[in-house]
């Protein structure tokens, strides 16, 4: 469904990611793993189209969609959870889903009910102002506010980084629950949430991908990936 090739990008005059190419199967669960540096935020960024690439295609459901707008993007389906968290602070845990659900035209009940169901302690919150969650509470909330409209690939920024391990299984078990039913591309360091959850799995290192694991029983070897963080 998402088909990248020879991507190159680069802020200003640093080159930061050299020639990937990556591909997506429908309803794959892709993981991207590397470390600080590497490029892998950059990457989710050009995708969801926050960043034009210097060259290389990308390609969804075999239309080309390089350069094309966020909001363009979204209306296809992508949608691109970020690795800051950032939730409106001041806004109701509702009113926050409440705004992606006006800006996609989609009823608010209907995705209200989407991200209740996806974690429904959000309902015990719904009042509270969204800068009082902890911050696990504001990955769900992101990844709900994501689910709004008709989402096709989704793409998330390191979802489990510096929450406290209880939270992680809670994110855990929630991407697990969405498994199949869309596409994903995710960032992430902790490998027991990566090889417990991961199609395949890209290795990036300095710009470029160094190594694609999709045999099973490499995927689940956290040894062999431990080596390249
Ligand atoms: N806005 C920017 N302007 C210039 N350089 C940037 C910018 N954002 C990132 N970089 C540089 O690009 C390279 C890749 O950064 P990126 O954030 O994509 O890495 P990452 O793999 O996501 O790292 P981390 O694991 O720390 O999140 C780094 O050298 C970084 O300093
Ligand atoms: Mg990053």
């Given amino acids: 469904m998402l088909e990248i090739s020879q991507l190159h ?6 080159h930061v990611i050299h020639g990937i190419d990556l591909v997506v199967k429908p309803g794959e669960m892709v993981f991207i793993v590397g470390r600080n540096g590497a490029g892998k935020s950059t990457l989710l960024k050009t995708i969801a189209g926050l960043i034009k690439p ?15 707008a966020p909001e363009k993007l979204a209306r296809s389906g992508f949608r691109f959870v970020a690795q800051d968290k950032k939730v409106f602070s001041n806004l109701s845990v509702r009113a926050n889903i409440a705004l992606a659900a006006h800006g996609s035209g989609t009823p608010v009940e209907q995705a ?6 996806l974690y429904p302690k959000l309902d015990e919150f719904r009042e509270l102002p969204a800068g009082r969650l902890s911050g ?3 990955e769900i909330l992101l990844i709900g506010r994501a689910l709004t409209g008709t989402p096709r690939l989704l793409l998330i920024d390191e979802p489990t980084e510096g929450l406290a391990a209880i939270v992680i299984e809670d994110i855990f078990r929630i991407l697990n629950g969405m498994r199949h039913t869309l596409s994903f591309i995710i960032v992430e360091q902790n490998l027991s949430v990566v090889t417990r959850l991961a199609d395949r799995i890209y290795v990036m290192k300095e710009g470029q ?18 080596a390249y963080l």
């Fill in 9 to 14: 990008v680069a802020y200003g005059h640093a």
């Fill in 54 to 68: 210097a060259s290389g295609g990308i390609r969804f459901e075999g239309r080309s969609v390089v350069g094309e």
């Fill in 112 to 117: 209200w009910s989407k991200a209740v169901q």
């Fill in 136 to 138: 696990g509470q504001r």
């Fill in 209 to 226: 991908i160094i190594r694609e694991i999709t045999h099973r029983g490499e995927l689940t070897d956290t040894a062999q990936l431990e």
